[in-house]
């Protein structure tokens, strides 16, 4: 009995402990439990962006770089993409920021400027070229300068402020494109396809006079206000109905880039282009319709495969012909392999369908003005820099006006003009009279403060007259058959900016002095080079000449990047005298530019 005593009082005991262990490690678990609850979850570190990102736009992509400066002063860089987009990385910079886009949009230059308080998204167009004008108080181009102080201008409040009076000015138009007057025209992301802000971009334009006064103009309407004024909801009806036309046009030339899209097309399909698309009386850059369309057919096997049209309008258009309706200037842009080109045209709307046709620039000379500036390498000559004024003939539209000269005049010419005549030279090209004979076509100005004092994108007159040779040589036009306007991208290089070497190319092979490496009846020339910083530079012409017997032209137009090997298997060099490459390109800012290099056995 005693011991079932014992037995039990040891097994009481036991439960006694187990239940207190239990009950401590539940304690322990419930404890844990709490602490973990307590322990505060750590906030994740925010990732601070360094990029500025956005669209370089002015009614159309900018073909060109945008520059970032910091309120410390210092910048960065980047090339524009295709589509306008650009990404520059600040993280070396000082917040705010001013922001520059300069290139050329639809064949003339521009520069327009942005302002930012961080990074993430900040467009550069004339919208917020006008807005950061409202902001800093002055011109952003002043203001870029002398950033160090004008950056204390940004602020929430500056930003906003200036926004809000641009959204309420544009109002309609932008109702009209179907984005809404609250649409953040600086931060918000939009694309250069002709819809939303873009399209508000396209049908705009904002002048500034002396006072940096800004007047806002849609081109479409005529319509001007001025800043303070705002444009009425009569525009919305206006603006919707040319987005519509827009379109329209675009799809007559989406029908010749399809012909390109993955093939070089055939003569006939480009006949039925012609006879579908282009007016009977097109006239462009002195080529009718019929010679448009043999340049086509010759052309097509040298333009790219991709061969891209981007359109969009330039303004109203009158023509005074009972076959159309309607026209419109219209720019072009022009994406050929790595070049881009831009021209302005017109578009008519046939009356008898509503059918919108090509109709060219109605010019009957092919015009080519231009910034040029040349320099020569082995032997060295002084560059040389100025403008060129290149008109021809070619299809004898000018003489069947009655055309025999003509008088160009503009910023940088003489007072009187430059006198030109087409039967100074060859019958074909119009020369240029330099007081003692008729003479090439470029027009070299030695003084740098007649260069400074050019203006971007110049408008030049060209005068076609009757007058003789003889009779135009003083500059004056006594009979007047008709006189047009063109626009000159840009300005020319002062004569110190066309010595810098960093503008052109440089051959890396063969090396300069070896004229020798052409020699030896080789089977292949190979030319290698550096592009310029301003641009992508392409062989005009390799020529190689042998003494007093022959020489060969081996290459034309050649557009491959830096490098062009030529098939020589079939030439006898063994008494080769001299070699030389010449090169031609345009900078961003649509400046010409030629570079020989002559190499002397």
Not at 542 to 557: S, Y
């Amino acid at each position: 009995m005693e011991h079932k005593k014992t037995l039990k009082l040891l097994l009481f005991v036991c439960l006694i402990i187990s239940a207190f262990f239990l009950t401590n490690c539940e304690s322990e678990e419930d404890e844990k439990a709490v602490l973990q609850t307590q322990v505060p979850t750590p906030t994740p570190t925010p990732v601070v962006s360094t990029t500025i990102t956005g669209v370089a736009a002015s009614g159309a992509s900018i073909t060109g770089i945008v520059i970032v400066k910091g309120a410390l002063g210092n910048t960065v860089s980047t090339d524009i993409d295709v589509d306008g987009s650009y990404s520059v990385d600040v993280s070396e910079l000082t917040a705010p920021y001013i922001l520059s886009a300069k290139g050329t949009a639809n064949g003339i230059a521009v520069d327009v400027y942005s302002a930012a308080l961080e990074t993430g998204t900040t467009n550069i167009t004339p919208i917020t070229n006008y807005i950061a004008k409202k902001i800093l108080g002055k011109f952003p181009a002043d203001a870029f300068d002398t950033w160090d102080t004008d950056s204390n201008a940004v602020t929430p409040s500056s930003v906003e402020t200036a926004e809000t009076e641009v959204q309420a000015q544009l109002a309609p138009l932008l109702e009209a494109a179907g984005v809404g007057s609250d649409v953040n025209l600086i931060s918000d992301t939009f694309s250069t396809d002709h819809t939303g802000v873009d399209a508000v971009i396209d049908m705009i334009r904002i002048t500034y006079d002396s006072s940096d006064d800004a007047t806002v103009t849609n081109v479409i309407s005529g319509t001007a206000v001025s800043e303070g004024e705002e444009f009425n909801d009569s525009e919305i009806t206006i603006l919707t109905q040319a987005l519509t036309e827009r379109e329209e046009i675009q799809q007559v030339f989406t029908v010749l880039m399809n012909l390109f899209a993955t093939r070089h097309p055939t003569d006939e399909e480009i006949d039925v282009f012609f006879s579908t698309h282009v007016a009977m009386d097109y006239l462009n850059d002195g080529r009718n319709e019929s010679e448009e369309r043999g340049f086509w057919k010759y052309a097509k096997d040298i333009l790219a495969i991709g061969l891209t049209f981007d359109v969009s309008i330039a303004g109203d258009a009158s023509v005074d012909n009972v076959l159309y309706n309607k026209a419109y200037w219209v720019n072009a842009r022009v994406l050929n392999g790595f070049e881009t080109q831009n021209m302005l045209n017109l578009v008519v709307k046939r009356t008898s369908d509503d059918k919108w046709l090509w109709y060219g620039d109605q010019i009957y000379a092919n015009l080519e003005l231009l910034p040029f500036a040349w320099k020569n390498y082995a032997p060295n000559g002084p560059p040389v820099t100025g403008l060129r004024l290149n008109m021809d003939d070619e299809n004898n539209h000018t003489r069947d006006k009655g055309v025999n000269s003509a008088v160009v005049s503009g910023p940088g010419l003489p007072g009187s003009g430059i006198p030109m005549a087409i039967t100074g030279c060859d019958n074909e090209n119009f020369c240029m009279w330099n007081g003692s004979e008729w003479d090439r076509s470029d027009y070299w100005i030695s003084d740098d403060a007649v260069i400074a004092a050019i203006p971007e994108n110049s408008v030049y007159t060209i005068v076609f007259c009757a007058d003789s040779t003889d009779d135009i040589k003083d500059g004056v036009c006594v009979s007047i058959i008709d006189t047009i306007t063109k626009v000159i991208p840009g300005k020319p290089l002062t004569n110190a900016e066309a010595a810098n070497n960093a503008y052109y190319p440089v051959v890396t092979e063969p090396a300069p002095a070896n004229v020798g490496d052409f020699a030896g009846g080789v089977d292949s020339v190979k030319v290698s080079w550096i592009n310029p910083s301003n641009g992508m530079a392409k062989v005009k012409m390799i020529q190689l000449d042998q003494c007093c017997e022959e020489n060969w032209d081996l290459g034309e137009n050649i557009t491959s990047g830096s490098s062009v090997t030529f098939d020589t298997s079939d030439k006898d060099f063994s008494n080769i005298s001299s070699a030389g490459i010449f090169f031609e390109w345009n900078d961003v800012y649509g400046r010409l530019f030629n570079t020989n290099y002559d190499w002397l056995n």
